[in-house]
Structure formats: C-alpha cells, structure tokens
C-alpha cells in the first residue's frame, strides 16, 4: 500500500457519505414542504421532526464528509503534483472534475441556506421543487467520476 492508493480510498469513502446526505436532504425538504396541506396538530408535529433530521443531517454527516472530501482531495492533488507536475491541473479532465466540485459545493451551499429558511417559516419553495432539483447532485457525480476514472482529452 502507498499514501496514494490510501488517499483515493479516503477520498472516495468521504464522496459516497456526501453524495449520500446531499441525495437524502432534499427528500426531506420535500417531504417538509408537502406538510402545508395538511391539518394541524400533524403539520407541526411533522415539521418539528423533519426540521430536526434535516439539521441532524447537514451537521453530522453532509458538512463532516464535504469537509474530508476535500481534505482527501488535496491531499491527492499533492500527491498528484510530486507526481506529475502542476500541468495535469490544467488537463480538460481535471478543469471539468474541478467545475463538478465548484458545483457541488454550491448545490450544497444553497441547500444548507435554504435549510436555515425552512426552519424560519420562509421558505417559498414547494415538493415538486425539491422533487424535480433531487437529481442534479447524481448527474454532477456521474461527469466528476468519470472525468477521474477515463482522464478524457480532446
Ligand atoms: C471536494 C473536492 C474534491 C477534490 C479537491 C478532488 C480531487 C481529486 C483528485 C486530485 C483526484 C486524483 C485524480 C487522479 O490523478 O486520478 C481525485 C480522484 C477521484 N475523485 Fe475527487 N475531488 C473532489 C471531490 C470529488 C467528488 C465530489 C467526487 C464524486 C462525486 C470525486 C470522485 C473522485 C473519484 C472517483 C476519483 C478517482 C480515484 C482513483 O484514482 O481511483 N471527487 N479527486
């Protein structure tokens, strides 16, 4: 075993828990959305539970596994670097791998905003909303993944 192989490892086991928490929370945003229609006192009831998973969720796992994803990472960028030089940083694989990470970060900036709004009472957002957004996180992992595995050039 190398610090590389041991690093990857690290990182892709820090990925799976991100991409995890970043699937699941929007479902409990749409689950607390889909509430308003309904009678109180279940609404509250309802809401108050779901609220306390959604912070449970971004606390202990979401921002936890961002974090060591992009410790791993940098620690595999170092690596990469005593390796091959700073160039590969620049390959058309590594700039679209860096935009999914940009993005994914920011998917989950907006998430974890829009979780401070629920617990508010401000959030405008309905169930279809969150229901129809619940992919992007998939589709961003699906072109970083294979931006890494293939190292694709024109
Ligand atoms: C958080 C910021 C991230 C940074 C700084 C980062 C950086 C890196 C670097 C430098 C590599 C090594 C590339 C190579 O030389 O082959 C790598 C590998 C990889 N990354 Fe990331 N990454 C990040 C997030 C992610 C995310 C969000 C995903 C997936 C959704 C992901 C999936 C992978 C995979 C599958 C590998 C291949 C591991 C292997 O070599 O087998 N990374 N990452």
Do not use: C
């Not at 490892?9 to 990925?15: E, K, R």
């Not at 945003?29 to 006192?41: C, I, L, M, S, V």
């Amino acid at each position: 075993m190398n610090g590389y192989d041991l690093a990857r490892g690290l990182h892709i086991l820090a990925v799976i828990a991100w991409m995890a928490g970043m699937l699941f929370l929007p479902r409990l945003y749409a689950y607390d959305a889909e509430q308003n229609g309904k009678p109180e006192p279940l609404k509250s009831e309802m809401q108050t539970l779901l609220r306390l998973w959604q912070a449970r969720l971004l606390r202990i796992i979401v921002n936890p596994a961002m974090t060591l994803a992009f410790v791993f990472g940098g620690w595999l960028i170092y690596l990469d670097v005593e390796m091959r030089g700073w160039a590969f940083l620049a390959e058309p694989w590594m700039v679209t791998k860096l935009a999914g990470v940009f993005l994914l970060a920011g998917w989950h900036g907006f998430l974890s905003a829009e979780r401070k709004r629920i617990a508010a009472g401000t959030s405008t957002r309905a169930g279809r909303f969150w229901r129809m957004t619940n992919e992007i996180p998939f589709v961003l992992a699906i072109i970083m993944v294979l931006s890494v595995t293939t190292e694709w050039t024109f």
